[in-house]
């Protein structure tokens, strides 16, 4: 397990380290950096002064080497458009679309874990159609479409939530249900598959041979087995929620990360872009690892491979 | 299918060519789903000849009026017009190049840097395969969203920026899959075979492996247009993705939304248009997945 962990942790801090890489030369080393930042009708001598500002002269290695050195003590530089330390801003941020985004997965996890264990219990029937045509849905709608839809419907004509903003727990209910359906059909399907591929296993049938009630097959020997794959796949939606908060958190206003992207994305505030694009893959790497732990402790056979 | 089985056919190569076709026939949901598809991309090859209006075309003192089916509507403009008063329906029409442009040309850009990497690293295993792999991790751990709308706005927002930035982005389940596929093909006997008579590795790749990974990249390939379309949708809601006056779904759902509180039909149409074309091509995706591999349906 140990040998294992080991691993699995040198592993993400490499990925880390690359994506830190590419995300700092995406957006340093591809076109003119100063030209993007001050504007089609910069003189020579403005585009001199940023480029002075920024250090763009020198090597990007040198560049890169510093930012990441900085970043590592959590230092990602001061944003160009608010003159203040990218951290603090994103420090303020972050709790929000983590806010938004776990709202978003516990929607996601009550619509697709009963829909997916009753349609495998009984596949072809009403339950199972509904859950299908509700994947169908959900996998053809863009999510800022349903999110508009959702405003529309219930701020807009009903009254019954807030059309935008991040005050209260309820500003956080519309804009969780857009961002958590469009990741039900993935998981619902996985469920569906596993349970249906456990009832049909030999230690599901023993266990019913040896006279354990249904609800107890289900829930102790079927639906125990089918939950690591389920573990991996909410670990990859929980991380795409937080790059995907981008488009929801627009439609509704919300001050988190993916706002803030945005905004910084179309101000050109380059510093924020990266630490965010870091911050977001960093997560991502943090949470497949968390679940591929845990699921070395569920089944000891994927730590022996 | 029994492992002692002379008969079955190996694994990834699934069922014989004019089986698939027969079942393709018989599959309501592939039928659907590639009904509609065709029917979508005829309206976008013919759009000059169907648009009654020309999509670009404003008219001051005809804006948003509402569609036929509603009060103030008329025949004149089908599905309304929209802030600038230009015709709904031609734009929709039009809208629709804009859609499969993207979905098409991502795929094979992405079907191409994904089918490349998953070959190589499933072929040839050992240091290729960790690098490529690594490759792969790296990739995934992108948040895509972010990435294609920084570049856009980078490099400026055109159908050529988009399609390049999707493309460089989608690749990876083209990747994952070929690569377990030819993991799985690079055992079998006739490709030993074919190594033995002293076929280049060139050769075996193009001739023994890819034809028969192909209908899994068929199937990826539609799960990856819907993908495409849907983030291109999202990139122009966000003003960083196809830049106005072009008429792309996803843009004129931006445009709409100052209209929500009381023409929300302006954001509806286009929403619905996007809905059709991704549900018939998940649709049509579903279908062939079924046809190739009947044995994997529950």
Known sequence: MLLYMAQRIGLAVCVCLAVSLLAFLLLNASGDVAAAIAGEEATPEQLAAIRAELGLERPWLVRYAEWIGAALTGDFGNSLFFQRPVSELIFYRLPTTLTLASLAAVIMLSLAVPLGVLAALWPGSFVDRAALAIAVMGQAMPNFWFGLILLVVFSLMLGWAPASGSATLGHFVLPAIALGYYSTPPMMRLIRAGMIEALASDYVRTARAKGIGTGKVIFKHALRNAVIPVVSLLAVQFGNMLGGSVVIETVFGIQGLGYLAWESISRMDLPVVQAILLIVAVFYIALVLLSDMANAWLDPRIRIQ | ?298
């Not at chain 2, 377990?180 to 030993?192: C, D, F, K, P, V």
């Not at chain 2, 830049?243 to 792309?248: G, L």
Request: overall charge neutral.
């Open chain 2, 1 to 298: 299918m029994s492992a002692l089985d002379p008969t079955a056919p190996p694994p990834g190569e699934g069922a014989p060519k004019g089986d698939v076709l027969r079942r393709l026939r018989g599959n309501p949901t592939f039928v659907v789903g590639a009904f509609i598809f065709l029917l979508i991309f005829l309206m976008a090859i013919f759009a000059p000849l169907l648009a009654p209006y020309d999509p670009y075309s404003q008219s001051m003192s005809n804006r948003v009026v509402p569609p036929v089916w509603m009060e103030r509507g008329s025949w004149d403009h089908v599905l309304g017009t929209d802030g600038l008063g230009r015709d709904y329906l031609s734009r929709i029409i039009y809208g629709a190049r804009i859609s499969l442009l993207i979905a098409i040309f991502t795929v094979i850009t992405s079907g191409l840097i994904g089918t490349t990497l998953g070959v190589l690293s499933g072929y040839f295993g050992g240091k290729v395969d960790l690098v490529i792999n690594f490759f792969i991790m790296t990739r995934l751990t992108l948040p895509v969203v972010m990435v294609a709308l920084a570049v856009v706005a980078l490099f400026g927002g055109s159908l050529t920026v988009v399609i390049l930035v999707l493309g460089f982005l989608l690749w990876d389940r083209f990747a994952v899959v070929t690569r377990a596929a030819t993991q799985q093909l690079r055992n079998q006997e006739y490709i030993q075979a074919s190594r033995s008579l002293g076929f280049t590795t060139r050769q075996i790749i193009f001739r023994d492996v890819l034809p028969n990974i192909l209908d899994r990249l068929a199937v990826i390939a539609t799960f990856e247009m819907a993908q495409a379309i849907l983030l291109e949708a999202a990139l122009s809601f966000l003003g960083l993705g196809v830049q106005p006056p072009t008429p792309s779904w996803g843009l004129m759902v931006a445009e709409g939304r100052q209209f929500l509180l009381f023409d929300p039909w302006l954001i509806m149409i286009p929403g619905a248009a996007i809905v059709v074309l991704v549900m018939a091509i998940n649709l049509a995706g579903d279908g062939l997945r079924d046809a190739m591999a009947p044995e994997n349906r529950n």
